[in-house]
């Protein structure tokens, strides 16, 4: 059982660049969403989908954008990478039901953009 | 969502009982209360939640007040593995969205 998938594990972007994030999870769950981290500080949503279709922003979208095709995969892009979006990226998923079960977190992609 | 309030520091010897505290007292009537933790960066955990019940799994223990503008997440039995920065978080059924605070980070001394 993967659980919640990231890849890559690790990226240097130079500015200007784009980029995928890949996020997969096999727990056939509908919400998905991804997080930043910055130092010393807790998580940050940018992007959420509470199914295949379907997608919002959170509290700081600006910079990505995200697509929900399928129901395992949520991936986050960044059309054009800034220094300030040097963070530690974190992907998560959660069942929809009606009675509140806990998200599954993935390992993250720490990501440079010089 | 309600906001919460963590201390930013704790030590506790191993083997002790570590309790960790949170203020949320702008919860409403129905918010859980829910508590990660991040070790050395990797991706958060979940520990435990609860709405109004004290609630026990293999984990932690947690104890809301009866008001619960409050709650006190207990480890029984730090062990080293337990250095972590903890997460209280607030979030109500029907939403998504968990706001992370910037927690309490957890220093279990041997």
């Known amino acids: 059982n993967a659980g919640v998938t990231q890849t890559p594990k690790f990226q240097v972007l130079k500015t200007g660049q784009s980029m995928t994030l890949q996020c997969a999870q096999d727990m056939n769950h509908e919400y998905m969403s991804w997080y930043r981290q910055d130092p010393g500080m807790g998580l940050r949503l940018i992007h959420y989908s509470v199914g295949a279709g379907i997608t919002d922003q959170g509290e700081v979208p600006n910079g990505y954008n995200v697509s929900r095709s399928t129901t395992e995969d949520f991936p986050l892009r960044l059309l054009s990478a800034a220094p300030s979006q040097t963070s530690v990226y974190f992907c998560?998923?959660?069942?929809?039901?009606?009675?509140?079960?806990?998200?599954?977190f993935g390992q993250g992609t720490r990501l440079t953009v010089v | 969502d309600a906001k919460t309030t963590q201390p930013p520091s704790m030590d506790c010897a191993e083997g002790r009982a570590a309790n960790l505290p949170c203020n949320h007292s702008?919860?409403?009537?129905?918010?859980?209360v829910y508590w990660y933790r991040q070790i050395h960066s990797q991706g958060p955990q979940y520990i435990i939640h609860?709405?109004?019940n004290n609630e026990t799994n293999e984990m932690a223990s947690l104890i809301i007040t009866e008001d619960r503008k409050s709650s006190t997440l207990i480890l029984p039995h730090a062990t080293l593995r337990d250095t972590a920065v903890y997460y209280c978080i607030v979030r109500g059924t029907g939403t998504y969205k968990y706001i992370f605070g910037t927690g309490t980070r957890l220093k279990v001394l041997a």
């Open positions: 998560a998923s959660r069942l929809r039901s009606t009675v509140n079960t806990e998200a599954f």
């Open positions: 702008t919860i409403s009537g129905n918010e859980y």
């Open positions: 609860g709405l109004k």
